[in-house]
């Protein structure tokens, strides 16, 4: 079989290894039949919110295996058809079934993803949180490229994007601003962009023309339902209001509605100020506080499985996961996996699914690669 043909069969069958182990397969089979079993069982819904997480884990399980099979099923039978016609000397036919196989490996890919978010919150929406590090004008400006390039994301996907909170920056982009990203699966998928981003361009900003290094953090934190609990003491909680800045009219710029609420004992603060009720203000950020703290629950039960946590570090230098370099050559690099793009202008508006992609994988697989930064 000719060199294409096989890179894209290797290809379809890396993504079927990965969901196989990711799932268990063995123990994925024998946990479908018990979940079918208890869908039969007539008492399941005197519990309603049992019954409707029984629901989730079994379509989740059951869409998983299905897609399994079914490229397993046509990637034999499109490998059948290239062997015969090759066999035959049927030039056309094996071109239309290496056509057929590279549609196959990017079915597979996308099945792959879609099995890996299987995660306690990956379905919920979620708040991405954008910080500029230190470098004043060229952090902000870069800061404000990343909350842009993550608006488009969302945007591609469908996602709904609001605004909780935003901070300018004195003569460009922003200080620190809060999204917050709405529809299927959008933790899940932006839950690997944690990190700190590093730009490499000219400065915009300086008369000598010089090339300069930013960097910004970016913290992304799922919206939590009712389902899940997370305790909050009142004693622990200080409440400041501020008066909010930015657009908004007359009253939200001459009242303190902006609400901050600091979790004295992890030292963690949420600030909103969208809205122009404080009271509106203040349960907004209580809601974003839950969600911190049950991702910081995440987080330490992922460290305490993986020997580290790379959730929030400080902002500069040895700890970005991704550079992007827009002179003088043009490439963004992701530091853990070693995916790349030489068309970063795309990245900026968007073009993420490769890099989250690659870090969902590496999250089941555990394999570290060393990676180069670049200058």
């Known amino acids: 079989m000719r060199a294409e043909a096989q890179a894209h069969v290797d290809s379809i069958n890396e993504s079927l290894a990965l969901v196989r182990r990711f799932l268990d397969w063995d123990r994925a089979l024998q946990r479908l039949d018990e979940l079918n079993a208890r869908v039969e069982d007539p008492t399941l819904w005197n519990d309603a919110k049992a019954a409707q997480a029984v629901m989730r884990e079994r379509r989740r ?54 099995a890996l978010l299987a995660g306690e919150a990956d379905g919920n929406d979620t708040y991405v949180e954008v910080n500029a590090g230190a470098g004043g004008t060229e952090s902000q400006d870069w800061a404000g490229m990343l909350q842009r390039m993550y608006t488009r994301w969302a945007e591609r996907r469908g996602l709904k994007v609001e605004l909780i909170d935003q901070h300018s920056g004195e003569q460009a982009g922003i200080k620190s601003a809060t999204l917050l990203l709405k529809g299927e699966n959008a933790y899940g998928y932006a839950k690997t962009e944690s990190g700190v981003h590093r730009l490499v361009r000219i400065s915009p900003y300086d008369s000598a023309a010089r090339r300069h290094t930013s960097f910004a953090s970016v913290w992304v934190y799922p919206v939590i339902d009712d389902n899940i609990e997370v305790d909050i003491n009142e004693s622990d909680l200080r409440i400041d209001t501020y008066r909010a800045s930015g657009a908004g009219g007359q009253h939200i710029n001459t009242t303190d509605s902006a609400v901050r609420i600091t979790h004295l004992p992890t030292g963690i603060v949420v600030q909103c100020q969208n809205q122009r009720s404080q009271h509106k203000n203040k349960a907004e950020a209580y809601n974003q506080l839950r969600a911190r703290l049950y991702e910081r629950e995440l987080s330490i039960r992922e460290a305490a499985a993986n020997a580290e946590n790379a959730t929030k570090t400080d902002i500069g230098w040895g700890h970005q996961i991704r550079s992007y370099v827009l002179q003088p050559y043009q490439l963004v690099k992701d530091l853990r996996t070693g995916v790349t793009s030489t068309a970063p202008g795309d990245v900026l508006d968007g073009a993420l699914d490769p890099f989250m992609a ?8 555990g394999e570290r690669v060393d990676v180069e930064d670049v200058d």
């Open 358 to 365: 690659a870090a969902l994988s590496q999250r089941v697989t």
């Open 61 to 114: 399980l059951d869409e998983a295996i299905a897609a399994t099979r079914a490229i397993e099923h046509e990637l034999n039978d499109t490998v059948e058809l290239i062997e015969l016609a090759e066999a035959e000397g049927d030039a056309a036919m094996a071109d239309e079934g290496v056509a057929d196989l590279a549609r196959l490996a990017a079915r597979a890919n996308d099945d792959k993803v879609k």
